[in-house]
């Protein structure tokens, strides 16, 4: 299964809501969905499983949704540490990650 | 703490072999699935090789497929990825990865550190 994300590049400010889509070549139950944040020189950081389901000590502004091939991250309001690159990832054949978003500051 | 810390990497000529290690103390690590996976300097993620808790079943990446093999000692709370056949494009950072759950396969919420491939001539 291939994903696709998009955009490539988000240019925000902070205090701004972040929409982050991902998009697979075929479908993934929602149950086999993951997003991602990485930092420069740092490992990435599950934050949303299972489609919806927010990891350990992830905020509440962050959200996932979706279902079939269509998935979203939803960042309600950018903090300053929000701006990083985001991954989605499915788990319901084989696994494979998408290719990121990048979240910069406008 | 619950950690993974990889070892094992280094500059290597196409061809050569690596041995890839990863140590996971501070949970159990006989219970979990662990994975392997990969990126590339400025680059995406890509997903190398998985293994079951008892070894019994393994995955790998079409692109490593026959060069790469995982293997695991759950009694000394290891994890291996023996890399032969290395090529250029094998150069990347190596991580490995935990399952949010017993159980689970995907949803890596332990990460290690990372390990360093360099392949070149």
Redesign the interface.
Known sequence: IVLTQSPGTLSLSPGERATLSCRASQSVTSTYLAWYQQKPGQAPRLLIYGGSSRATGIPDRFSGSGSGTDFTLTISRLEPEDFAVYFCQQYNKSLTFGPGTKVDIK | EVQLVESGGGSVQPGRSLRLSCVAPGFTFKDYAM?W?RQTPGK????VS?ISYRSANK?Y?DSVKGRFTVSRDNAKNSLYLEMNSLRVEDTAMY?CARP?RVGA?????I????TTVTVSS
Request: hydrophobic share 50%; proline share 0%.
């Open positions: 994975h996976v995406g993620l890509e997903w998985g995955g990446a991580f949010i396969i995907g949803a890596f919420d990460w290690g550190q990372g």
